[in-house]
């Protein structure tokens, strides 16, 4: 995002203090940009392990991804019932894998 707006000029703030918001709003654009990142990498781990067919590794992916999911919606970085969507659905699918 920085390089996209170089100066905090190019945002027209008339303001001091617009300015300050403006910069803050540029920080937790970018947290939030990566705690979103972070979700997405981490289902993506539990997906790809149940392409693969590996329950084992399905079960411990889902295991290191639900604390992150649940911390992105106690942060508001993800709403709590797609967080709560995504887990079922993902343990739905681990719990397949032993069926078959």
């Known amino acids: 995002m920085a390089g996209r707006i170089r100066t905090m000029r190019a945002l027209m703030a008339n303001t001091k ?7 803050q709003a540029l920080a937790r654009r970018a947290q939030n940009v990566a705690q979103r990142s972070k979700v997405r990498s981490a289902v993506r781990k539990v997906v790809e392990a149940i392409r693969a067919g590996n329950k084992a590794d399905a079960a411990a992916a889902l295991k290191a991804a639900a604390p992150v999911i649940d911390s992105m919606a106690r942060k508001g970085i993800i709403h709590r019932n797609k967080a709560a969507r995504h887990k079922s659905r993902l343990a739905a699918q681990v719990k397949a894998l032993s069926a078959k």
């Open 17 to 23: 203090s617009a300015e300050k918001r403006a910069h």
